[in-house]
């Protein structure tokens, strides 16, 4: 009973699968390339017999077949184009029954039937089309109807036909359940490895970036004077992109726009100590080494693949929109939107931060900067965004 139950149980699944699935075009193209050698096979006994009318329809309908198997892939609509030549298929069978072409002969293709039917086109489609034929040759060979036909089969042939179909038919559905069966066991498997390496790959991600984002901090704790300002400036970024996006951006434009902030100043931690925290005026010399951090920043992001552009936060956040900031003095639409917002927000920072030189600035005095620098240090639209944030009281100061 369990295993009865079992074999149901697939032959559903299969059933399912099929209804779900497309047409296995390869399974077809052997399909036709087997029904055209038993075609050419038929074709010699036909013109030995001097069937020459049917011998050429016959040769026909073998070279279309093997035509159909280099060419298949180019039609749109493959499986429409099957089922008409499957009707076209019964059709001829219809007639070729009633004429017993080639002394009833040429009947025995059509135990192919099964094979050209349901290992292509699947058990919906496929099976209707068998019983019917099958009940259409029982109907003319095992009932009085058979007086009709125009060929008088033997009665042996009339007995057997019908029981080698059905066994044929039967053995086709084993066929193509086990195949499919195998198929839709195949593609499980594949799912559950692809769920399995992007698990994985997610976790190696995940670690990868907590670990940067370690050394991130680890820079803003070496420097007493900025302590959590990456971590700040990452959430004035995000804060900054989804309201220039109208509040639609997706959560991983956000995600990396973050990472970016997180990570920009990075470079610091290649910056000498006594550079880094120094309390007085930096001089010219300790300025140029200061101003490396952007470069030293880009050598350790630009080769992370599991951090894509990463490095433009760490690399530009002191371009200026004017042209006037530092490594390359890029201008306007040259750099990132993406740095546009994070220079914006590391500006923010300076100024709503306790400094070793001076205290934090007032909300009209970081208002009026950004208002100010639009066009010049900020772009225009990130400026007016910061503006916004901060009147709006989504970003305190």
Same mark, same amino acid.
């Given at each position: 009973m369990k295993l009865f139950r079992g074999a149901v149980d697939t032959i559903k699944r299969v059933y399912r699968y099929e209804k779900t699935t497309g047409m296995d075009v390869g399974a077809l193209q052997g399909v036709m390339l087997i029904f055209a050698v038993v075609l050419f096979l038929i074709d010699i006994e036909n013109f030995r017999l001097g069937k020459y009318v049917i011998g050429i329809v016959t040769l026909v309908v073998g070279i279309v077949s093997v035509t159909a198997v280099f060419v298949i892939r180019r039609f749109q609509? $493959?499986?429409?184009?099957?089922r008409i030549a499957v009707f076209l298929f019964l059709l001829l069978a219809a007639a070729i029954l009633y004429a017993g072409a080639n002394d009833g002969f040429s009947l025995l293709w059509y135990l192919l039937l099964p094979v050209i039917t349901l290992v292509p086109l699947g058990m919906p489609f496929g099976a209707p089309v068998c019983i019917g034929f099958g009940l259409m040759i029982m109907t003319f060979f095992w009932t009085p109807l058979a007086d009709i036909l125009r060929y008088d089969y033997p009665r042996d042939y009339r007995v057997f036909y019908p029981i080698f179909y059905w066994g044929f038919c039967l053995m086709d559905v084993a066929m193509d359940i086990f195949y499919k069966n195998y198929q839709i066991r195949q593609r499980? %498997? =594949?799912? %559950?490895l692809e769920n399995e390496v992007q698990e994985a790959v997610a976790g190696t991600k995940n670690l990868m970036i907590h670990s $940067?984002?370690?050394?991130?901090q680890l820079i803003d704790a070496k420097d007493r004077y900025t302590r959590e300002h990456s971590q700040r400036v990452a959430e004035y970024s995000r804060l900054i992109a989804d309201y220039m996006r109208g509040g639609c951006a997706s959560g991983e434009e956000l995600e990396l726009i973050y990472r970016s902030g997180l990570l920009h100043d990075i470079g610091k931690i290649a910056v000498p100590d006594a550079?880094? %925290?120094?309390?007085?005026?930096?001089t010219d010399e300790e300025y140029e080494v200061m101003k490396? *951090?952007? $470069?030293w920043g880009r050598e350790i992001l630009s080769g992370l693949e599991f951090l894509p552009q990463a490095d433009l936060g760490a690399t530009y956040? *002191? =371009?200026?929109?004017? !042209?006037? !900031?530092?490594?390359y003095g890029m201008h306007g639409e040259e750099l990132p939107e993406m740095v546009r917002i994070i220079s914006a927000a590391d500006a923010l920072d300076a100024m709503n931060s306790n400094r070793c030189y001076r205290k934090h600035c007032d909300r009209d005095y970081i208002i009026g900067e950004f208002r100010k620098g639009a066009g010049k240090q900020f772009d225009a639209g990130v400026a007016q965004a910061v503006v916004a944030l901060i009147e709006e009281g989504r970003i305190t100061v």
């Open positions: 609509k $493959v499986v429409l184009v099957c499980q %498997n =594949e799912e %559950n $940067v984002t370690a050394i991130s550079v880094l %925290n120094k309390p007085e005026r930096l490396k *951090h952007t $470069v956040h *002191h =371009e200026r929109y004017d !042209g006037s !900031g530092y490594p």
